[in-house]
């Protein structure tokens, strides 16, 4: 057993948390904090030996930054219940820790499905992230949805891809869009001007469909750019009414 915790933020992941969970065999710790699932998520990960601790919702990088202080060894690797650990990725992990690592954190490239198949363009992949880090060395910061981890000091890249579904399907991927865009106008408190309703969505396609070759995924890489340009536009036209403005 490698000397790591695994945490898991989660709510309502009943049907995805136990993969997440199964592709982590080499860590003697995995943690689930739950905000308050009514489908049984809870109860999947204890079977599956997670240690779980139902809790409050604060938001995602509150909630990331009490799941490394709830873990009990120095290194913490974070997933989410729609992530999971490639083989390749599972040994590299193994074989950094065969010696005590001299490093701050880890990353690792995340490899991004969409509708069955997985990304090449778009900015969607290698996608790198670092995920694995010291607890006593690293923080959750960024603004709610988008979290980020920054740890201070070295951090070195591992070989091998951590697998993401982000959407179960279209309709999904549609509630994550409303549910993120409000979370972003409930927590941003700077000015929205109207330059960026009108040519932060455009580039933001332009960005992922020319300039990130999104059009290398087709139909796939037109709808996650027009998605992401559509949420865009909806996160700052929400944050711009919820002050008042017209």
């Given at each position: 057993m490698v000397p790591l915790s695994v945490v898991l933020i989660a709510r309502d992941e009943a049907d995805r948390i136990g993969d997440a969970i199964r592709s982590v065999p080499f860590a003697d710790e995995v943690l689930v904090l739950d905000s308050g699932s009514t489908d049984g998520t809870p109860g999947v990960a204890r079977d599956l030996g997670a240690r779980v601790v139902e809790t409050d919702w604060p938001g995602h990088v509150d909630q990331k930054n009490r799941a490394f202080a709830l873990a009990r060894n120095t290194w913490?690797?974070?997933?989410?219940?729609?992530?999971?650990?490639?083989?390749?990725?599972?040994?590299?992990?193994?074989?950094?820790?065969?010696?005590?690592?001299?490093?701050?954190?880890?990353?690792?490239?995340?490899?991004?499905?969409y509708l069955g198949r997985p990304l090449r363009g778009g900015g969607w992949y290698p996608d790198a992230r670092i995920r694995l880090a010291r607890r006593d060395r690293a923080r959750w910061t960024g603004l709610d949805p988008h979290d980020i981890l920054e740890v201070d000091g070295e951090v070195r890249f591992l070989e091998g891809d951590l697998d993401h579904h982000p959407y179960r399907d279209l309709s999904d991927h549609l509630r994550t869009l409303d549910r993120y865009s409000a979370r972003f106008a409930e927590v941003y408190d700077g000015e929205v001007r109207?330059?960026?309703?009108?040519?932060?969505?455009?580039?933001?396609?332009?960005?992922?469909?020319?300039?990130?070759?999104?059009?290398?995924?087709?139909?796939?890489?037109?709808?996650?750019?027009g998605l992401g340009a559509t949420y865009v536009l909806v996160k700052w036209a929400r944050a711009r009414l919820s002050r008042g403005h017209p």
């Open positions: 913490v690797l974070s997933l989410d219940a729609d992530e999971r650990v490639s083989p390749t990725l599972a040994r590299s992990i193994e074989r950094a820790f065969t010696t005590s690592p001299d490093v701050a954190g880890f990353r690792f490239n995340r490899r991004n499905h109207w330059v960026d309703l009108l040519f932060r969505p455009p580039w933001a396609f332009f960005r992922a469909w020319v300039l990130r070759a999104g059009f290398r995924d087709g139909v796939r890489g037109l709808l996650v750019a």
